[in-house]
């Protein structure tokens, strides 16, 4: 399966608003997280859906494993 390739303005269109899709980016992967409650409207304590949190969870109460349970759904062209 070839997975495909976003830039930053096709991730920040998957921000709970624009679309019912909410994805994140972490680490050059785009998860999908419109499942989880905690993303609900896009937002998810401080953070914002549509975005690459790499820089902001070394502040998050958790470590980079609650990524484990979210589809990867594509990479973040850099």
């Excluded at 096709?10 to 905690?38: C, T």
């Amino acid at each position: 399966m070839d997975i495909k390739t976003y830039t930053t303005a096709q991730l920040a269109l998957r921000n709970g608003q624009d679309r019912p899709e909410i994805w994140v980016a972490y680490h050059g992967k785009i998860y999908d997280v419109s499942a989880s409650r905690l993303w609900k409207k896009g937002m998810h304590y401080e953070h914002w859906a549509g975005q690459d949190l790499t820089d902001e969870l070394q502040d998050a109460p958790h470590t980079e494993k609650v990524f484990e349970k979210f589809m990867v759904v594509g990479l973040l062209h850099q």
